[in-house]
């Protein structure tokens, strides 16, 4: 049975031919929505037809509309085509989630949590925790611009980048040849190296990250932001803040400032908190309002005594219920660290 697909993503293109080939289906491509339709008339064989939802000229549900009115003698199977399209990006989604850390490193001194919601069947969401060294841990929240399998596809590829270990011409850690032998890069250093790739020129993409690297003895911080949202630091229940400052998404083509890097210090107790704005620009229809990061502050620090799990899930409640009916129209995900003091040895 012959498939007409009509998108511009290679990367979605080569997972439903490797996909859909091998239950054996022909596929045939396009770029272009008429150029489809005239397809569709001229080739009789053509059964299911898979469409990109956004489209220049004719968008994939006017297609759909335009292919139903044609009142062809043969039926264009574009629910069974769906259904093959959504179990493959089922399982994609899926794949992507088993590549997010289940457990976090085992510090006795520091409490980790991690939330994660993709809005639709791929998320340009990310993030990790790794051990640097003995001392340092590294931490990372990025997200990607769009969203679905794209943008989940872009993301992974950035997260197999930062994986650490100390290999040529790594982005977090480089080999030495004395001891320690290993040399950690500084934040503005993984973050600039990241952006002179010309993702958009390349790849069509460009995100917004935060990268830390934390001393989880003295609890000194040092990070680098780029158009991520502001981290989120809270001392206790009453005192909590934003801290403001960094730089530009990456890959824009604008330059970023290694002045931009910020250092702070923890005292034992706080948390530190990242997030990307898929909780702030939540929309509510009843209210025409946007979630606001003012209102995500104050539900963190309200729950800051319970876990950092507990006061995660909190949240997203709490945003879901703001929202009403309906999912989440962006995708959600949250990391953060309690440093609970120096370690005892």
């Known amino acids: 049975m012959k498939i007409l697909v009509i998108h511009n993503t290679s990367a979605i293109k080569n997972l439903l031919l490797e996909s859909l080939s091998q239950k054996g289906y022909e596929l045939t491509f396009s770029t272009d929505s008429n150029d489809a339709l005239r397809l569709i008339k001229k080739r009789k064989d ?11 000229e004719m968008d994939g549900i006017e297609l759909c509309k335009q292919i139903r009115s044609a009142e062809f003698p043969y039926y264009i199977r574009l629910r069974m085509a769906n259904e093959i399209l959504r179990g493959n990006l089922v ?6 989630k088993s590549l997010l850390p ?3 490193s085992d510090m006795s001194n520091m409490e980790f949590a991690a939330s994660f919601i993709p809005s639709a069947f791929g998320s340009g969401d990310i ?5 640097l060294d003995e001392t340092n841990i590294g931490l990372y929240n990025i997200d990607v611009s769009g969203h679905g399998v794209s943008a989940a596809l872009f993301s992974v590829c950035l997260n197999q980048r930062l994986i650490q270990g100390p290999q040529s011409f790594g982005l977090v850690k480089v080999p030495l040849t004395a001891p320690p032998f290993y040399h950690i890069n500084s934040p503005v250093s993984v973050v600039t190296s990241l952006d002179e790739e010309d993702m958009l020129g390349k790849y069509g993409r460009y995100f917004t990250m935060v990268y830390a690297i934390v001393n989880v003895d003295t609890g000194g911080i040092s990070f680098y932001r780029a158009g991520h949202n502001y981290p989120l630091l809270i001392h206790d229940r009453k005192n909590s803040c934003y801290i403001e400052g960094g730089g530009p998404p990456i890959g824009l083509g604008i330059a970023l400032r290694k002045s931009r890097q910020q250092d702070i210090k ?12 898929g909780i702030n620009d939540a929309f ?3 209210s025409e309002k946007r979630y606001g990061l003012e209102r995500a502050r104050q539900i963190l620090t309200e729950h800051y005594p319970e876990s950092l799990e507990r006061s995660f899930d909190r949240l997203i409640f709490d945003v879901q219920e703001f929202m009403g009916q309906g999912g989440f129209s962006d995708d959600i995900s949250i990391i953060g660290f309690k440093w609970l ?3 005892v040895n």
Not at 46 to 56: D, G, S, T
């Open 266 to 277: 923890l005292e034992a107790g706080d948390q530190l908190i990242f997030f990307s704005d």
């Open 91 to 96: 399982s994609g989604q899926e794949a992507q």
């Open 284 to 286: 509510s229809p009843k």
């Open 127 to 131: 993030y990790n925790i790794f051990r």
């Open 102 to 104: 289940s457990c976090f």
């Open 46 to 56: 053509i059964r299911i037809v898979i469409a990109e939802l956004n489209m220049p």
């Open 341 to 343: 003091g120096s370690r």
